[in-house]
């Protein structure tokens, strides 16, 4: 593109993390921006999102940095504003069952190696470094503590980068149905919502997490797709003292700004039961599990009460690395897709908005392009 940010017009589709921060980067940069979702801000995935910052699992060299480098943007943001109760660095904690001992060796070697701080305790020492947790539920060869690892309420900062958004001249347009994107000669001309709603603009870029793979399907575009649903539990306000997030076999705990501790697990996304029709229910005995087994690995047990549970689609490409920037077959049609949303938020934003008002490729998404399931 040889426009001028003030000359390039974008739409961005999609209200979670990754469309309102690109959106909000592209304003910034001088675009004319709209920012469209088919329904409010935060409604889909970020709004239901356990949103762990880490880089904790074994990566590619690629992810991890740009995983790395999401994380340091919000620590940017902590640093600036200090005392933000949404954003916390309390660190993360680790542990699988005795007979993952050896991958968990390995893990923990692996961030060693590329300087992702990391300790490893024995049962003795984690009540110590990690207050709220059971040492006992830890297996006697002990856990990865994560020192730099933390959480965030995407919501509220979802709020908070669209009022930046609307301040520097954006255009939000929320509950707008689902959107379509007009071509014409191999590029984008616009896009057009069920709503009646229509736009004409130079790039569009497509963050509707789950949806995306069927958006770019009906633009003859394949783009390998593994999303399952996920179930995240949210307790009511208990006296736990757990600060760090917690990943454990049978349980992912992390504290909420009031008091509150959200719950998720790779069992109970198995256990959604999915109808012929596409519609899913979540059983009263999956959230019961879940809770009891978080209860089971907080100190004291503590009776956990459920305030409310939600369910949906997880975006996860199907090689699990995200898929960020430009279609090949496309010009002006922008991708972010990615199980990551939560972590690269903000710097998967940043990079995008850099690539679309310069017209150049960025490096850091080299081996996220779109075009890597066509070869």
């Known amino acids: 593109m040889t426009s001028t940010a ?34 409010a801000l935060a409604g889909g995935a970020s709004g239901r999102s356990l949103a762990w910052l880490n880089s904790a699992a074994v990566r590619s060299p690629e ?5 790395v480098l999401g994380i340091d943007r919000y620590r940017t ?26 991958d968990f060796r390995e893990r923990f070697a692996h961030q060693r190696a590329n300087g992702y701080e990391a300790d490893w305790l024995s049962p003795a020492e984690i009540a110590t470094v990690t207050p709220g947790v ?10 990865i503590f994560n020192p730099g690892e933390g959480w965030v309420d995407l919501p509220p900062l979802i709020e908070r980068l669209a009022k930046e958004f609307t301040a520097l001249g954006g255009e939000v ?42 958006m770019l399907s009906e633009l003859g575009v394949s783009l390998g797709d593994r999303t399952p649903i996920s179930l995240l539990v949210r307790t009511a306000r208990v006296n736990a003292p757990l600060r760090a997030v917690l990943n454990t076999p049978r349980v992912s705990i ?21 109808h012929d029709d596409g ?44 898929v960020l920037g430009q279609l090949e077959e496309i010009a002006g049609c922008h991708v972010a897709f990615t199980h990551s949303g939560a972590t690269l938020g903000l710097i998967a934003g940043e990079l995008l908005a850099d690539e679309i008002v310069t017209g150049r490729p960025h490096t850091l998404l080299a081996a996220f392009r779109p075009e890597r399931f066509r070869r």
């Open 77 to 102: 943001l902590a640093a600036r504003e200090p005392g933000l109760d949404w954003l916390r660095f309390d660190g993360g904690l680790a542990w699988g069952t005795a007979e993952q001992e050896a």
């Open 6 to 39: 003030q000359e390039i017009r974008v739409v961005v589709v999609g209200g979670g993390i990754l469309g309102v921060s690109t959106a909000y980067q592209l304003a910034r940069r001088g675009a004319v921006v709209t920012l469209v979702s088919d329904g």
């Open 134 to 143: 059971d040492p006992a539920a830890a297996p006697k060869c002990g856990a």
């Open 279 to 322: 519609t899913f229910e979540v059983r009263q005995s999956t959230v019961e599990g879940l809770l009891a087994e978080a209860s089971a690995v907080l100190a004291g047990t503590p009776v956990l009460p459920l305030q409310s549970y939600a369910a949906g689609p997880k975006p996860i490409p199907a090689d699990g690395q995200p």
């Open 173 to 214: 347009v929320t509950e707008a149905g689902s959107a379509t994107v007009r071509t014409a000669g191999g590029r984008v001309t616009g896009v057009a919502t069920r709503s009646g709603l229509a736009w004409d603009c130079d790039a569009v870029v497509l963050a509707t997490g789950a949806a995306t793979p069927a």
């Open 254 to 274: 992390r504290p909420t700004s009031d008091g509150a501790l959200l719950l998720d697990s790779g069992w109970s996304e198995e256990e959604i039961v999915r």
């Open 63 to 67: 992810y991890h940095r740009l995983r």
